[in-house]
C-alpha cells in the first residue's frame, strides 16, 4: 500500500495546489449519504487500515519515476511530492460504532494536498468493511444468539477483503473465522471441518468419518450431505458410539437440502444415539433472511457458518460514501448541485443515552443535554493519539451500540433508523456558506 | 499470499491425507454451477494471479508455528507440511475467453494434499475477477462503441480487488483508469479529471478551472456540476475560448442529473462556442443498464467513467462457483447430493466454431467436428506452460469471443446462454461412476 494507490485526479489536483502554494489546511469530511435498501445502521469499520495507510503514507522513487514518465510531471512537482507525507489531524467514529446516514465516519484535517491525495484509499477501506461488518452484524442480530462463523474466504473479492470479513465479523460477535492467515494475524479462533472431497477421497463415507475421528478427537464435526444426508448422519451418529467419541466433542454439518427439516431430523437421530450434546452446523449459501427464517422456525441449529453472502455484503456490496471538501483556509465550502449538496464545516455527532435521533452540530458545539461525542481524534499531526483501538475495544462498542439500537432499526426489512436531526447552528452555517457563495459568483469573481 | 491464506479444513484434510499416506494424484474442477440472473455468459479471469499462487506455494516457519501452537499439530505432520509445495498439473481456460455454467475454469491435479490446499485461493481468485470480468463486458457491451474508463478503485472491496478491477476491465476493453497504481502495474492508462473539492477550494468555479487549465493545457477535462451543471459548461467553453485551448484536448465531465438532457444542452453550448471536438464524459452510479439506457435515447456522451457497480459487479457480487474432487487415485468420483451433484472426472469443453452448444466431455475424447478445446495446459509438474500468458492475449480472446457470442446471449435482460451438452462418454461415466458407489454402499463396505 503506497501513496499511489489512488485516483489520477487525486495526483493532478495535488500538483496543482502545490504549484499554486495552496498547502493550507482543509477538512474532509467522509459519510454515506443513504443507508442501502432494508438497513436500519451502518456498523462502523476500516478505521484500522485507514491509519496504518496514513501513518505510512509517501511516494517512493518508483512511483515518483512513474509520474515523471507517464504523466510528465517536472521535477519542482515531483520534489514536492516527494516531501509529502501525512501530518493532519483526523477524528474518526471508532470501529464498532453504529452510525446511520450522513453522519460522518471520518473527517481529516491537514493541509490541502494531503488530504486530497489520501481520499481513494479512505473510502475504500470504510466503505468496503463498514459494509461488510453491517451485513455481518445483521446475520448477529438473526442468529438470535446461536454461534456464528465466518466462512467467506473463498469469495470474498480478493485477499485484502478475506482479511478484512474475517476481522469485521468477529468484531460484531461472530466465534471465530474458517480463514487460517486472517485467525493468525488477529487472534481469531480458526474453525473448520471436512470438505465433500474429503469424504470421496476414501472409499466410503464411513472411511472417511472414522478417519477424521481418528485424527481429530477433540473436534469431529461430520460432514454428512455427500451422498445423502440423512443416512450420513446415522453413519455419524454410529461411528460417535462405536469409537467412543465424547458426545460434546461431535456434531455434524449440513450443507444442503432443507435445513430446517434435516436439522430436526438430525437432532432426533442424534438425540437417539444418545448424543444429547453433538452439535448441529448449518452452511450453504446463508444469509440473515435465511438464518432468520431458520432460528423463528424453531430448527434445533446451533451454529451456523456464513459465508459469500456476508463476505461479500451480497445485497449491498457498497455504500453511497462521499469524501468530502467542507472547510479550506478557514473558509466553509459546500456543493450545491441538486440531490447531491453538502453541509459545510467540520462536524461532530452527538448521542443521547436513550433512543432519541443523533444531532449533527459543528464540531465546536457543546454537547446537547445527556449527550456523548462520537467523533473522537485518532490522529494528530501525522500521529496516533487516543485509546480504544484494541480489537476488544470495537467489539466492546459493537455490543454497546447493539443494545442500545432500538428494534425498528435492527428489523432486517423495511427498517426504521433513529435517524439524525441538524443542530441550528450548522443550518445556520449552511445558510451562510450558500449566500456567500451566490453573492461571490452575483459580483462575477475572476 | 501464502500457504495459510486457505480454510482450516483444508489443513485439516490435508494433515489427514498426509497422515494415512494419501497423496496419489487428485483431479479437481472448478466451475460456476449457474449463471447469475440476467447474465448470459462469463468472461474468464484471475488465472494469472492463481498461476502466481500456485508457483510461490509454501508454509514459512512463522506459518508452521502458529499451526503447531494453535492448532496442535504434530512435528511429523509439519514436517510433511513443511515439504509441501505445488507440483501438479493445471488445465485452465486462459483469460478473457467466454464461459458458461458447468464449464470447468480451472482443473488441477496434483498430488491429493497439494491439490486440497489450494482450493480457498483459487476459487477467491477466479470467483470475484469473473464477476466483475462479465460485469465490465456487459458495460461495454451497452456503450456499443463510446470510450469506458474504470473509476472504480474507491470502493472495490479493498486493494486487491482495486487492481483486479482495473486490469479485467481494461481486458474487455475499458480504455483506461483512474487508479494510478494499477495503471502503473499492468501499463494501463491512466485517466483522471478533477474532484469537487478542487473547484471547491478556490473562490469560484471560474477560477478553478482557469487554474486546472493552467496545469494541464493537454488534458483539460472540467468537472461542470459542483454548483449549477449548464452554467459550469457555459464558463468551461468560455475559459477554453479565452485561453485558446485547442478544441481537442478539452472536455467536460457530468456527474450528476439527467445526464441524457445535461449532455444534450452541454453538447449545445460546446458546439455553439466553437469546440465541436471537445469531449462530454459521463460519470456517477453508471452501470450497464443506464449506459444502456444513454446511448439507445442517443445522448451525445463520447466517454462513461464506471466505477463502483462494476468494480463490486454490484448485482452479482459472487458466483455459484466449486471445487470439486472429480478423480482420485485413478477413480472417478462424484458428489450425490440433490441440487448439488457433480460429474465425474477430469473434462474438457469443446466450442465449435458456429454458434452451437459447447461440448463438455472427458479430458481426454477426442476433438467434436470443426470445434476446438478451451481448457489448455497452464503448468505441468509446478512450471508454467504454453502461451497466451501476455494480458494482450487475454484481450484478443475477449475480442474474438465477444465477436462470436451470439446477441440473444449478450442481452442484458432474460439472456439465452449457449449452453453445454455433455458427451455421451461423460454421460456413461457419470452412470457407471454413480453405480459403483451404490454398489459399494450396499455391500456395507467398512
Known sequence: MTALHTDLYEIRMAVSYLRRGMTEPATFSLFARDLPHDRGFLVCAGLAD?????????????????????????????EALARLCFEGDVWAVPEGHVVFANEPLIEVTASLPQAQLVETTL????????????????????????????????????????????????????????????ASRFGLRPVGTMAHSYVEAFPSERAAFRAFAEDFPDATVFLVDTYDTVNGVRTAADLAKTLHLPSARVGVRLDSGDLDALSRVTRKILDDAGLPEARIMASGGLDEHAILRLVRAGAPIDSYGVGTKMGVSADAPSLDTAYKLVEYAGRPVMKTSPGKATLPGAKQVYRNGSAGPDVLTRRAEQAPHDSLPLLVPVMRAGERVGSGHEFADARARFEHDLAWLPEAAKRLRVPEPVGVQRSAQLDELAERTAKAFRSREAAGWR
Open 50 to 78: 485507514c491509519l496504518d495507510f496514513l501513518a505510512r503514507f509517501h511516494f517512493d522513487d518508483d512511483e515518483l519515476d512513474y509520474l515523471r514518465e507517464e504523466l510528465g510531471l517536472g521535477e519542482r512537482d515531483l
Open 123 to 182: 473510502l475504500n477501506f470504510l466503505t468496503f468493511q463498514t459494509a461488510v461488518a453491517t451485513k455481518a452484524a445483521r446475520c448477529r442480530i438473526a442468529a438470535d444468539g446461536a454461534e456464528l462463523v465466518d466462512f467467506s474466504a473463498r469469495r470474498t473479492h480478493g485477499v485484502h477483503a478475506a482479511f478484512a470479513a474475517a476481522r469485521v465479523s468477529a468484531m460484531v460477535g461472530f466465534a471465530g473465522t474458517s480463514h487460517v492467515a486472517a
